[in-house]
């Protein structure tokens, strides 16, 4: 079997980023082939996500943060590493640097950078003293073995200097494939070669095969609705709330254990929440609301009405370009309502039915066979 190496952020407490390299690895060996997430742990990802003492500047800010993560985020900052623990494939080996991860070329027959915002300039430091060129796959040795999926730049113009790093960095990659149809026809020109659109990873699996890997959590109401957001889901309680008012359910919050900022802490939030009970929870909400791009992916692989709070579309930005990627593979048709008068925001509502299931399934498939492709 060919041994195949996934590079992306796995260590972030992130569950979107988690499971879609959860999804990636589990794919690749479904396939047939022999792959592992590369245990890449770089000094930035591992400060921001796995520093208990908060770095913040004002003392309040600091105090609360430092609270929160001892008294409400400990838990669920434990439920991510059971979960790469137990269900993920990692490599045995900790990598910490770009030369460490060099060791790796002997090791592997293939190298798969992506998905999630791998070669975002803004997320990834590609210049300076600190610069990480790893999600560029400059360690590998040979260009043969070198393969994006899904891969996701994150914004919608590369600077000259940039653009002319991922001009020399990607050009000899074997294989590249983008997340975002505006990252293919950004690369595409730049590179001088076709570039390939595929779903996220999350998306190559069923909803059949993510309740294996789900875990039930115990609510005091078990009709209700979803609400999930990075930040707390501060900005999405009050269209959450009055949709809970007309459907006469509950609202149940969750968000990922925070990095920055102090949690908008209300009695629906719920704690000790998991990659494997952010799974149950999707699946068994009765509608979620959230701005979040992994949130809405698992919304409508479960096919659930789903509330996305989005930028304006006059403001069109790669916050956009991700979401209108995602609805293209599910052909879904898309209403606006709810707009607060003078915010600039809007949610869009997608229903079950508003969905066509055989042009998602179609487009998995093209991306399943692209990856088998990629790891023959």
């Not at 770095?55 to 105090?63: A, T």
């Not at 919608?156 to 790093?165: H, I, K, P």
């Not at 042009?359 to 991306?367: G, I, L, T, Y």
Request: aromatic letters at 12%.
């Amino acid at each position: 079997m060919k041994r195949v190496a996934v590079l992306t952020f796995h260590r972030a407490n992130n569950y979107g980023a988690l499971l879609q390299a959860h999804a990636l690895s589990h794919v690749i060996n479904r396939l047939g082939a022999n792959g592992e997430v590369l245990d890449y742990r770089p000094c930035a990802m591992e400060t921001f996500y796995h520093s208990f003492i908060p770095r913040v500047k004002r003392v309040k800010s600091f105090l609360l943060l430092l609270l929160y993560r001892i008294f409400r985020d400990a838990k669920t900052r434990r439920r991510f590493a059971e979960f790469r623990r137990d269900m993920m494939r990692v490599s045995a080996q900790v990598y910490r640097s770009l030369s460490e991860l060099k060791m790796a070329n002997e090791l592997y027959d293939v190298f798969i950078v992506g998905s999630d915002q791998v070669w975002n300039p803004e997320i990834v430091k590609t210049f300076g003293e600190d610069s990480d060129l790893a999600y560029l796959l400059d360690f590998v040795q040979d260009a043969g073995k070198k393969k994006s999926y899904a891969a996701s730049i994150g914004v919608s113009v590369l600077n000259d200097q940039t653009g002319a790093l991922y001009r020399d960095k990607l050009s000899d990659f074997s294989t590249i494939s983008v997340r975002e149809h505006n990252a293919a026809e950004l690369l595409a020109p730049l590179l001088n070669r076709q570039v390939r659109t595929v779903c996220d990873p999350v998306l190559l699996m069923s909803a059949e095969e993510w309740a294996e890997f789900e875990r039930p959590y115990k609510l005091p109401n078990n009709d209700y609705i979803l609400v999930y957001s990075v930040g707390g889901g501060r900005e999405l309680l009050p269209y959450a709330g009055q949709l809970a008012a007309q459907e006469r359910c509950a609202v149940y919050t969750i968000q990922p254990p925070i990095v920055g900022t102090a949690s908008y802490c209300q009695k629906q939030r719920l704690t000790g929440v998991g990659p494997a009970e952010f799974i149950w929870l999707i699946h068994h909400a009765r509608a979620v609301v959230t701005s979040s791009f992994h949130g809405s992916a698992f919304s409508l692989l479960f096919q659930k009405e789903l509330h996305v709070r989005q930028e304006s579309r006059l403001k069109q930005n790669h916050r956009n370009s991700r979401f209108d990627s995602l609805f293209k593979y599910f052909c879904v048709t898309d209403v606006h309502c709810g707009a607060k008068e003078g915010s600039g925001d809007d949610f869009i509502v997608i229903l079950p039915e508003g969905q066509k299931r055989s042009v998602f399934e179609c487009n998995r498939s093209a991306a399943l066979d692209f990856l088998r492709f990629m790891i023959q």
